[in-house]
């Protein structure tokens, strides 16, 4: 019998008492990465801690989480480094000593490999680039999926001023009394589609949501829906002279973002942002700010589809 089998025959309260089981030791097993960065960590440490041998860790921790043990060890240990690199004057070997490297050449090396740039350079250029905050559990998106709680990744990055050419129109947001989101924004996209030609090399649409001139009340946000015009040959109108009329062009400034990862269908979003807003952003060390909020989607993305995954760009400051 395999492991459907087991599945099928299990009563539902049984299975998901079981998964959230497992859900929570691999909780614990983060909360002891996240509260001894500073150690080495070494994997046999970490397996003892979560009491499964060495291989079940691996294997359940990559399922659920999508990373190795170490290499989310490495990204955060170094992406810790890149932040006091740029929020300290602590020097290079002393921030490398400090999250349990051997020597400023073995961190240095790791650094490199992850960033594309020595620490020094990293500090000097004094962009957040690349980021990757500790995974967390979204216990307001988990009301969405039937009591099962969801492992949420955040980064932080800055990105530089880029054009988007596409469809725009003004819509009332997740705090209106009046949000009309739901269906406005599939049906620009689906416009989009019916009026544009978007080559295949192109590997994602960006939607951008405008809440600069935002009323408190939610309304008069603006929403775009297109591509980044470093693709604009990519994009050709089907009915050159009446679709030219409908595309316009938006300018984004410079900003530095939180990335939050979305997985599963479109309609659970909102649950993903509510965490970012109520229980990640206040704890973060950094602000909220009021810019040109981004949405990321690969190519071929199924918004409906349970395994989707896309990004949301919120625009933030280091507090």
Known sequence: MDLREV????????YVNKHSAA????????????????SPLLLDDIAQQSCWSRWQLQRVFQAQTGLTVANYVRELKLSQAAEQLL???IRV????????????????????HRFGVSPSQYRKRGKRVGIKKPIQVSETASAAHKGHQNFVEVHIDEKDSFCIQGLTS??????????????????????LTNVMTIANHVNERIGVIDVTQASSDG???????GIDRQHEQALSARCCRDTQ???????????????????????????????????WLPESGYCGVDGY?????????????DDAEMEYWLPIIKA
């Not at 490398?96 to 050449?105: A, P, V």
Request: aromatic fraction near 12%.
């Open 87 to 89: 929020d300290t004057k």
């Open 219 to 225: 309304t008069n946000i603006h929403y775009w829906a």
């Open 93 to 112: 070997i002393d921030i490398g000593l400090g999250l349990g490297f051997h020597s400023e050449i073995s961190f240095s090396r790791s650094f490199k």
């Open 293 to 305: 909020e981004l949405e990321i989607y690969p190519k071929d993305y199924d918004s409906k589809h």
């Open 170 to 191: 003004e819509i009332s947001g997740l705090f209106s009394s009046t949000q009309d989101f739901v269906h406005k924004v599939p049906e620009m996209w689906s416009h």
């Open 245 to 279: 009329s409908l595309l316009h062009v938006l300018t984004v400034p410079k900003q530095t973002y939180a990335v939050v990862k979305h997985c599963g269908p479109i309609r659970h979003l909102r649950h993903t942002l509510m965490w970012f807003l109520l229980h």
């Open 23 to 38: 859900f929570d030791r691999i909780r614990r097993t983060l909360d002891y990465i996240h509260l001894n960065l500073s």
């Open 7 to 14: 599945v099928a025959n299990q009563s539902e309260p049984d």
